[in-house]
C-alpha cells in the first residue's frame, strides 16, 4: 500500500521554519568552525532555540572506478590522522578516491581529478549514485558518490595523489567479488566506499554473485 505524504523524500523548507539568529566564528582555517543559533518551530508548534558547533568543510566528489570486463574495481590506501586519534590499530584506511571541490569546478570534474590524481587513470562513463550528508550532526559536508569505468589502457601514471597536499596513497585494485564479501563481513571502514559498493551490488548483482 502506498504510503501517505509521498513528498516525504522532497526538499522542504516550510515545516521546522527554521533561521539563523546569531554565527560566532570559533575557528576558522583549513577547516571552519561556528557556533550557530538557530530558532525553530517544534512539532508541537512552539517556537524554540537551539545552539550548535558547526563544522564547515565544503563539498567532496568521492569516485569508485569499475573494470567490468576484469571484475575489479581502484580504490586508494592512506593515512588518516582522525583514527590515529581514535586508537586505531590500523590508521590506514582502505576507501574511494576521494577529494574537496574546488572552486568553480563541478562534482564530476573534482571526481575525475581526484582520480587521476589519486588512482593514477582517466576514468570516463561517470554516475552520480547519491549526494548526502555525511555527518549532518555537526558538519555541512555533503559527499557526491560517483561510480567510473576504466581498463588497464587508461593507465597515465602511478597515483599517488599530491606530495605537495603531504598524501602518500597506495593504489591498490580488488577483485569486486571480495570488495562485496567484506562489505557483508563488516570489514570496511569507510561509510563512502560502502556506499558505492553496496549500490554496485544492488545494481550489477551479477559482477558480484
Request: aromatic share 4%; net charge negative.
Amino acid at each position: 500500500m502506498a504510503h501517505a505524504g509521498k513528498d516525504r523524500f522532497l526538499p522542504s523548507t516550510h515545516r521546522a521554519k527554521a533561521k539563523i539568529e546569531r554565527i560566532t566564528s570559533c575557528f576558522n582555517s583549513w577547516i571552519r568552525v561556528s557556533e550557530v543559533e538557530v530558532s525553530h518551530t517544534r512539532r508541537d508548534g512552539m517556537r524554540d532555540h537551539i545552539s550548535r558547533e558547526v563544522h564547515d568543510h565544503g563539498q567532496v566528489a568521492c569516485i569508485l572506478p569499475v573494470d567490468r570486463q576484469r571484475g575489479v574495481a581502484l580504490l586508494a590506501r592512506q593515512l588518516r590522522v582522525p583514527l590515529v586519534v581514535a586508537c586505531e590499530s590500523d590508521p590506514l584506511l582502505l576507501e574511494a578516491a576521494a577529494g574537496l571541490i574546488d572552486d568553480g569546478e563541478t562534482p564530476q570534474q573534482a571526481a575525475i581529478r581526484e582520480g587521476e590524481e589519486e588512482l593514477g587513470y582517466k576514468l570516463s562513463d561517470l554516475s552520480l549514485i547519491a549526494h548526502a550528508y555525511s555527518s549532518p550532526g555537526s558538519l555541512t559536508e555533503t559527499i557526491y558518490h560517483f561510480l567510473a569505468s576504466y581498463s588497464l589502457t587508461d593507465k597515465i601514471h602511478d597515483g599517488g595523489g599530491l606530495q605537495e597536499e603531504g598524501e602518500d596513497i597506495a593504489v591498490e585494485e580488488i577483485a569486486l567479488d571480495e570488495l562485496g564479501e567484506a562489505v557483508l563481513q563488516g570489514h570496511l571502514r569507510d561509510m563512502k566506499t560502502i556506499i558505492l559498493i553496496q549500490h554496485l551490488m544492488l545494481s550489477e548483482p551479477e559482477l558480484f554473485f
